[in-house]
């Protein structure tokens, strides 16, 4: 009797055993694994990044592994971004500048707290109203009509026409992209110029404006605005990824400490071999591993 007890209590306990083992796998496996995540995710700041991160975002949340995440994607600029994350009030930064260059002096513990993802490469070209009649500027004469030292355009080659800047604000990191790359140097909100706050208003600003010039990230770049080379350079992702155009940037996704599951999640899958194959190639941007050159964080580039 005390024998065949004995076994019954010894079969019980190892059922016992199993069943919270299987339970605690499955936990394991839903806190760990894409299936069992849930959750919304936001992702804001840099608009050159914006097409971009919508595209891929509707692809994650159209997978069925990634169900229930929902992701939602802000502009605002690079400057917005990485405040926002660093208060919380967003999960993602989207920044085309390293967070240093934003939060600096009394505000670089700021930077220290986040962590820099970065999912890919956009270069950025001057761009000109499609009936500007020239297509290159030197650096030199990017500057000058940037400092508001130039002002028409037969000053560079081009028809007698007033110059008109559609530029971004200070906020902006493809202005500090532009500047910093392009122009070498800040330039000033001039009077006369316009400002936006979206590269989408831009474009359609350049577009529109008899004599306007301004920027892009290749991803906005359509037959309704005219590509000017720099340099006799042109901005395209052979001559980006070779190291001949300067004017790039890193995509980053800034997150506040490292990221919790969901939000690590859709960083990984941004990586993912599909989505840097087809999405980031095929909207303008640059594939990270393409990168024959790198840039540290003084801007200077050196071949890998």
Known sequence: MKKTMLVMMTMVLALTLAACGSKNGNETSGGGGAEGLSGSILA?????????????ANKFMADSKYSGITVQ????????????VSEGQADIGNSDIFANEKFKDGDATKA?????????????????????AIDNLTKQQ?????????????EVGGADAK????????SSGTRKTFEKYGLGTASEDLPGNIQEDSSGTVKKLVG??????GYLALSYLDDSVKKLKLDG??????????????????????????PNEAVKAFLDFMLTDDIQKTDVTELGYIAINEMQVTRDESGKIVKK
Not at 124 to 132: E, H, L, R
Not at 143 to 153: A, C, E, P
Not at 233 to 258: L, R, S
Request: hydrophobic share 40%; glycine share 10%.
């Open 163 to 170: 110059i008109v800047i559609v530029n971004r604000p200070s």
């Open 44 to 56: 804001a700041g840099s608009t050159a990044m914006q097409p971009l991160v919508e595209q891929v």
């Open 208 to 213: 529109e404006t008899p004599g306007a010039i």
């Open 142 to 154: 990017l500057v000058d009509i940037f400092t508001g030292k130039v002002t028409n355009w037969k």
């Open 112 to 132: 220290e707290e986040l962590v820099d993802h970065q999912v890919a490469v956009v270069a950025m070209s001057t761009v000109v109203n499609k009936d500007i």
């Open 233 to 258: 350079v042109e901005a395209t992702p052979d001559n980006v990824k070779a190291g001949t155009y300067p004017i790039w940037a890193y995509q980053h996704m800034y997150t506040k400490g490292e």
């Open 73 to 84: 994607v802000q502009g605002g600029g690079s400057g917005t971004g990485l405040t926002q």
